[in-house]
Structures are given as structure tokens and as C-alpha cells.
């Protein structure tokens, strides 16, 4: 797939994967930390979560991404937000970080956490914690073992790696981490900050694209997950937040 579609695809959603300005408070606020903490966004796309943790936090944020368009669209939020002075844009590979071994309070990742594999990522990232830091991710779990055929069968094939919340705590605890707590994401704060927003999109793409086969599936793609999230919510798979520490 052409990288210059995805952009155009998921440039102006205002948040890239599950939840929103709520329950980024809403998690962080379980967290015991140090004035001024440290916080390293890996994958912050363009920037929501990023800029609610500056505003939020009063720290300094390094927001990290692959993506430099989603980057300069980061810049382009921060400074409207006015606070773009505490946060720090990397251009980076996540699989390739270069940062001092205990640099950051918290590492703080959305919904990348799978790319990685949770056992590789709690290993390399655990480097760069601060004594009594934290690690923050989320990731899409299977909530019941009986999930109807049309769940499963998506679900499954888009994430085949998908884990229970039992297999995921095992993976954690195999590490060294302790799970300090869990949050589910509501399925509307999803909905109304990533996938009303995105479904609004991918009919403008379609008009634009319909020539482009591979775009255009692709495209179907990401409306089937909004109409498997519409249907079935988080009843059988649903984004959780872990808090961990060593």
C-alpha cells in the first residue's frame, strides 16, 4: 500500500485508534508522579495524545513517530494549543529507539504496543524507565471466548496475535512488571474521535479513488472495523490500557 494514501487517509482524524481527550485523563490520573514528569509517546501519529499529556501533565512529552507529515501536523496542534514548548518531536522507528537508559517517568503507548510483540517491547522499553516509572499501553483484547462469527472471524484476521486479558497479564508478569490497573475504552469515545470521523473520510476516498483497487479494499477494510465496533461495542473485543511497573 502507497504510503502517501494512508497519510491522506488518516491525516485529519483527530485520533488515530481508540479513545479520546477523556480517557487519556482518565488513565493518566491513576498514575503517582514526580513534578515535571518525562513522558515518551511512541507512535503519537498527529499529536491528540501528545498534546492532552503536555496540557494535562506539566511536563516535557517526546513525541515519537515514524510518519513526518503526521509529525508536522503534531507541530502545527501543538503550537495552536500552546504547548508545543514542552514537547519534543523524534523521527524515529520504534523498533530502533535511541535514548539514555532511564530517561523517561513513563513510556506512554497507544494501540502499537502489538507491532512489537508485548513480550519484545516491556524487554527493550524497560531500559528507559526512571526508578518508579511507569509503562502505559493499550491494545485491542478478547473479552469473551464465545464472541459471535462475525467478531471473531474480523477481529482475528486483522490481529490474528489477539490475547485474552488472562494471556496478556502472564505476559506481563513474565517480564518482571506489576499490573497497577486497567482501563477499558468506551466504545463512543472511540467512535466519536476516530471512527465517525474516519467513515466520513473513507466515502470521500472512494469517490476520489475508486479506480485504485488495492486502495479501495483497503478502504473496505477499515469500514468493516467500524461497522464490527458499531454492532458489537466491547463486549467480546475491546481496547484496554494496562499500567504497569517493575
Same mark, same amino acid.
Given at each position: 500500500?502507497?504510503?502517501?494514501?494512508?497519510?491522506?487517509?488518516?491525516?485529519?482524524?483527530?485520533?488515530?485508534?481508540? /479513545?479520546?481527550?477523556?480517557?487519556?485523563?482518565?488513565? !493518566?490520573?491513576?498514575?503517582?508522579?514526580?513534578?515535571?514528569?518525562?513522558?515518551?509517546?511512541?507512535?503519537?501519529?498527529?499529536?491528540?495524545?501528545?498534546?492532552?499529556?503536555?496540557?494535562?501533565?506539566?511536563?516535557?512529552?517526546?513525541?515519537?513517530?515514524?510518519?513526518?507529515?503526521?509529525?508536522?501536523?503534531?507541530?502545527?496542534?501543538?503550537?495552536?494549543?500552546?504547548?508545543?514548548? $514542552?514537547?519534543?518531536?523524534?523521527?524515529?522507528?520504534?523498533?530502533? =529507539?535511541? !535514548?539514555?537508559?532511564?530517561?523517561?517517568?513513563?513510556?506512554?503507548?497507544?494501540?502499537?504496543?502489538? /507491532?512489537?510483540?508485548?513480550?519484545?517491547?516491556? &524487554?527493550?522499553?524497560?531500559?528507559?524507565?526512571?526508578?518508579?516509572?511507569?509503562?502505559?499501553?493499550?491494545?485491542?483484547?478478547?473479552?469473551?471466548?464465545?464472541?459471535?462469527?462475525?467478531?471473531?472471524?474480523?477481529?482475528?484476521?486483522?490481529?490474528?496475535?489477539?490475547?485474552?486479558?488472562?494471556?496478556?497479564?502472564?505476559?506481563?508478569?513474565?517480564? /518482571?512488571?506489576?499490573?497497577?490497573?486497567?482501563?477499558?475504552?468506551?466504545?463512543?469515545?472511540? =467512535?466519536?474521535?476516530?471512527?465517525?470521523?474516519?467513515?466520513? $473520510?473513507?466515502?470521500?476516498?472512494?469517490?476520489?479513488?475508486?479506480?485504485?483497487?488495492? !486502495?479501495?479494499?483497503?478502504?473496505?477494510?477499515?469500514?468493516?472495523?467500524?461497522?464490527?465496533?458499531?454492532?458489537? /461495542?466491547?463486549?467480546?473485543?475491546?481496547?484496554?490500557?494496562?499500567?504497569? &511497573?517493575?
Amino acid at each position: 500500500m502507497d504510503d502517501a494514501l494512508l497519510t491522506e487517509l488518516y491525516k485529519d482524524i483527530p485520533k488515530l485508534g481508540t /479513545g479520546s481527550p477523556l480517557v487519556i485523563r482518565q488513565v !493518566f490520573e491513576k498514575l503517582d508522579l514526580p513534578p515535571d514528569p518525562t513522558i515518551l509517546d511512541i507512535g503519537c501519529a498527529t499529536g491528540l495524545t501528545s498534546i492532552e499529556l503536555a496540557r494535562i501533565s506539566g511536563g516535557s512529552i517526546v513525541s515519537l513517530d515514524i510518519n513526518q507529515t503526521y509529525l508536522d501536523i503534531l507541530k502545527e496542534r501543538a503550537a495552536a494549543q500552546r504547548v508545543l514548548d $514542552r514537547i519534543t518531536i523524534v523521527n524515529q522507528d520504534m523498533h530502533s =529507539m535511541h !535514548f539514555e537508559r532511564g530517561s523517561f517517568d513513563v513510556i506512554w503507548a497507544e494501540n502499537i504496543i502489538f /507491532g512489537l510483540g508485548i513480550k519484545n517491547a516491556l &524487554k527493550s522499553w524497560g531500559t528507559l524507565l526512571k526508578q518508579e516509572g511507569y509503562i502505559v499501553f493499550s491494545i485491542i483484547v478478547r473479552m469473551e471466548e464465545t464472541a459471535p462469527e462475525e467478531a471473531r472471524r474480523y477481529w482475528e484476521r486483522v490481529y490474528p496475535s489477539v490475547k485474552s486479558h488472562t494471556e496478556i497479564q502472564d505476559i506481563i508478569q513474565s517480564q /518482571g512488571y506489576r499490573v497497577i490497573d486497567t482501563h477499558l475504552v468506551p466504545t463512543e469515545e472511540t =467512535m466519536d474521535y476516530c471512527y465517525k470521523p474516519l467513515e466520513k $473520510r473513507i466515502k470521500e476516498l472512494r469517490e476520489i479513488y475508486g479506480a485504485n483497487r488495492e !486502495f479501495i479494499a483497503y478502504l473496505a477494510l477499515n469500514q468493516e472495523e467500524i461497522d464490527i465496533v458499531r454492532k458489537y /461495542g466491547s463486549d467480546f473485543y475491546g481496547s484496554v490500557f494496562y499500567i504497569l &511497573k517493575y
